[in-house]
C-alpha cells in the first residue's frame, strides 16, 4: 500500500536530472545506431537546460531521438534530418552553429585570434634578431 | 537580533572599506604613514565584520529562521545540519557574502603577509582593493540584502534544490570563489604598479605568489563542481560547455597564461605589458563570470531586460573598475619598458607561445559563451552553442600546444642546446608509443584518431618526466641524488604539466570507450555490459533525512567485484517537490562502474541504466595533479 502511494507520489514530481535512451529505443542496425546517436548529441532539446536530446529524458527529447532514427532507416543523410529539424524549430535546435551569415564572425574568430598571436610571437622573434644578443 | 547585528556589521563594513580605499590612496599620495597605518588597520576590521555578518547568517539558516525572507525562501527544517549551513551560500545573496567575505579575508591577508612591501605600495593595493570591495558590498546592500526580514514568519521554508544539498556542492562556491577573488588581488597590484610606476621584476615577484594561490583554488574549485556533475546529473558527463562552467573557465585560461607570463616578467621586467593586461582582463573575466552567473542573462536575454537591477550594477562595477584601470594602463605605457628578447630556442619564446594559445582559448571560449546572447540582443534569433563547436575549434589550438608543450621546461632563458633535451624527449617519445602499442594490444578497435589522442596524452605525460630525469641527467652516476635536488619549481612544472596529459587520458577513456546499457528488467533479472553480469534483485524504500528513495539493488556476478552490490537510488525531496537520481558509482582507477535507477514501465518493469566508464577518474586526478603543483609552486622561496 504504502510502496503504491510513493510510487504514486514519484510519478507527480518532475526529474531534475536526465537520462539517455530509453530501452527499445536503440536500432537494430549498430552503424544506423551510431549514427543516431552523434547526430543527438548535437541536437538540442528544446524544453532543457543545456542538454542534447541524447542526454535528456524529456518526453520532447524522446520523440526527437525517435524521429532522427525513423528518418535515418528511410535512408535521409544527416544533412536532411538537421535541416528537417532547423525547419521546424529554428536553429537553436544545432549545438554546433551553421557556418553561414550571422555565425561566421563565431567560426573565424578563434582562428583569428590564433594568427593574430602567432604573427605577434614571429615579430617578436624575428625583431630580437635584428637587435642583436644584448638589449 | 543577531540577524540584525549581521546586518549592521555590513553595513560597517562598507563604511570601513570606504575609509580602507580612501585613506590608502590620499596617504599613498601624500606619503603619510599614519593614515596608510590607519588604511592596513582598516582591512583587519573589514575582515572582521564581514566574518561576523556572515557568521550572522550561517547562524539565521543553522537555527531555521525563517523571519529571515532569504532562509525562509532557500531553507527548510527538516535538511540535514550540513546542508542548513551550505544553504547559506546555495542562492544569489548568500553566495555574494560569500564573495565580499573573501575580498575582505584576501585584503586582510596581503595587508598581514606584505610587511616587507614598501608601505605605500602596499596602500595603494589596499586602498584600490578597499574600493573593490566597497563597489561590492554596495550591491549586496542595495540591491541583493541577505538579511532582509519576512513578517510575518512563516512555520516553514521552501527548502534548497535538492541536487544542491550534496557535499561536494557545499564546497564547491567557496573554492570558486577564493579563486575569482583571489585575481582581485592581482588586479589591485597591476593597478597600484602602474599609478606607482613600480613595473619592475620585483613587481612580478611579488604578484606570482597572488596569482599561484587564486589559480589553485580556481582549479579545485573547477574540478570539484565537474565531478559533481558527473555523479549527480546522472549519466557520467564530466563537462557540458554550459555558459556557468564557462564562466569559470574563462578566468582559469587566463590566469593559466598570467601565471607563465608572470614568470618572464618576474625574472627581468620582460612581457611587462601583457602582464599587466593580463591581471587586469583575468579579474575581469571573474567579474563577467560573475555577471553571467548572477544577473539572469544566460537564462535569456529578454528575462533579463524585464528585471534588470542587478545586471545593470554588475555591468556597472565592471565598466568603472576595469575601464580605469584600462585608462591607467594606456597612461602606463607610455613609459619605456625593457624590450623582449626571445630566441627561438629560449624560455621566453616558449612562454610567449603558451600565452599565445592560452590567449586564444579564452578568446574562444568568451566568443562561444556570449555570441548567442549577442546574436539573439541584435534580433536575429537564437542559436546554440554547444560541446561540437568547442571540439571543432579547440582542437587546432590544443594540437601544437601540447605538442610542443613538453619542451618548455628543459629550456633555458635565453637560447638552449638542442642536445640538452633531444635525449630524453626521444626517450618520451619512444615511451608514449610503446604505451600506445600496448592500448591497442588491448583494444584492437583503437581506430586512428583514438590512437592519436593517446599518442599526445602519453606524450604530455612521459614528455613532462622527462624534465626532471633529463635535467638530473639521471642515468649517469649521482643521477638520482640530483633527482631530489632539482629546483622545486621544476617539480611543480612537471606535475601540472603531467596532470594534463592524465586528465586527457581520462577523457580518452571515458568518451572513446564509454559502454552503456539500458534494460529494462524485472526482479531477477540478469544482466550484462562489458565484461559484468548483474542481476537486479528489486526495488525497497528508504527514508533520507529529508528525502524518500527508491533503491534499487544490483548484485555484481563476475568479475573482481563478484558478490558486491550498486545501490543508484531515486530520490523525493517533499519539501522542494523535486526528484532526484543518485547513481551508484563502483570506483576504481581503471574504470568506474555507473549505475542509476530509471522510471517504472507499465508493465512493471524498472528502467535501469548502467556505464562503464574507462578511466574516467583520471579526469579529476589530472586537475588535482595541477592543483598540486601549483601548492609545490608555492612552496618555493624562488619561483622560476
Partial sequence: MTRRVILMILALFLPLTAHSLAPGEALSDPILESRARSLSLEIRCLVCQNQSIDDSDADLAKDLRLLVRERLVKGDSDADIKKMLTDRYGEFVLFRPT????????????????????????????????????? | M???????ALITALLVSIIQGGLGLIGARQNNDYLMGV??????????????????????????????LLVASNSHMNKPLIYKIAGTWGNHEGSMLLWVLMLGI????????????????????????????STFLGFILFTSNPFERLLPAPYEGNGLNPILQDPALAAHPPLLYAGYVGFSITFAF??????????????????????????????????????????????????????????????????????????????????????LLLAILTYALSLIGTFLVRSGVLTSVHAFANDPERGVYILFIIVVSIGAALA?????????????????????????????????????VFIGTLYPLFVDALGFGKISVGAPYYAAVLMPICVPFFMLLPFGPFLSWQKTKASKFLKPLLGAVVLSALSVAAFWQIRPSLGVPVAFALLGSFWLIFGALAAPVGRARLFSTGGLSRLFKLPRPLYAATLAHAGIGVMLLGIIGTTAWREELVVAANEGEQMSVGDYRFVFEGVSIHEGPNYLAERGSLKFLSGAREGDRLYPEKRVYQAERSQTTEAAIDVSLM?????????????NRRVIRIWLHPLVVLIWLGGLMMALGGMVGLSARRLT
Fill in chain 2, 2 to 8: 543577531i540577524v540584525e547585528l549581521g546586518h549592521f
Fill in chain 2, 190 to 275: 597591476a593597478v597600484a604598479a602602474m599609478l606607482d610606476s613600480k613595473m619592475n621584476h620585483q613587481w612580478a615577484i611579488l604578484v606570482r605568489r597572488w596569482v599561484l594561490v587564486s589559480w589553485v583554488f580556481l582549479t579545485l574549485g573547477i574540478g570539484l563542481g565537474s565531478f559533481w556533475a558527473y555523479y549527480e546529473l546522472g549519466w557520467g558527463g564530466f563537462w557540458f560547455w554550459d555558459p556557468v562552467e564557462n564562466a569559470s573557465l574563462m578566468p582559469w585560461l587566463a590566469g593559466t597564461a598570467l601565471l607563465h607570463s608572470v614568470m618572464v616578467t618576474a625574472r627581468n621586467g620582460q612581457f611587462m605589458r601583457w602582464t
Fill in chain 2, 106 to 133: 584576501y585584503g586582510a591577508a596581503f595587508a598581514a603577509l606584505s610587511s616587507k612591501v614598501i608601505l605605500a605600495f602596499r596602500a595603494r593595493v589596499i586602498g584600490i582593493h578597499g574600493f573593490m570591495s
Fill in chain 2, 328 to 364: 591607467v594602463y594606456a597612461r602606463a605605457m607610455r613609459q619605456d619598458m625593457p624590450r623582449v628578447q626571445a630566441n627561438l630556442m629560449g624560455r621566453e619564446s616558449f612562454l610567449m607561445l603558451n600565452n599565445v594559445f592560452l590567449a586564444t582559448a579564452t578568446t574562444t
Fill in chain 2, 39 to 68: 588604511s592596513l588597520k582598516a582591512t583587519h576590521i573589514q575582515c572582521f565584520l564581514l566574518l561576523l555578518s556572515f557568521s550572522a547568517l550561517v547562524y539565521a539558516f543553522w537555527r531555521s529562521d525563517f523571519s529571515v
Fill in chain 1, 99 to 135: 557556418f553561414s551569415g550571422h555565425n561566421i564572425a563565431l567560426w573565424l574568430a578563434p582562428f583569428i585570434a590564433l594568427l593574430l598571436g602567432l604573427f605577434a610571437f614571429l615579430h617578436i622573434i624575428r625583431q630580437s634578431k635584428n637587435n642583436g644578443p644584448t638589449g
Fill in chain 2, 591 to 603: 574504470r568506474h562502474v555507473y549505475a542509476a535507477l530509471g522510471e517504472t514501465l507499465e508493465d
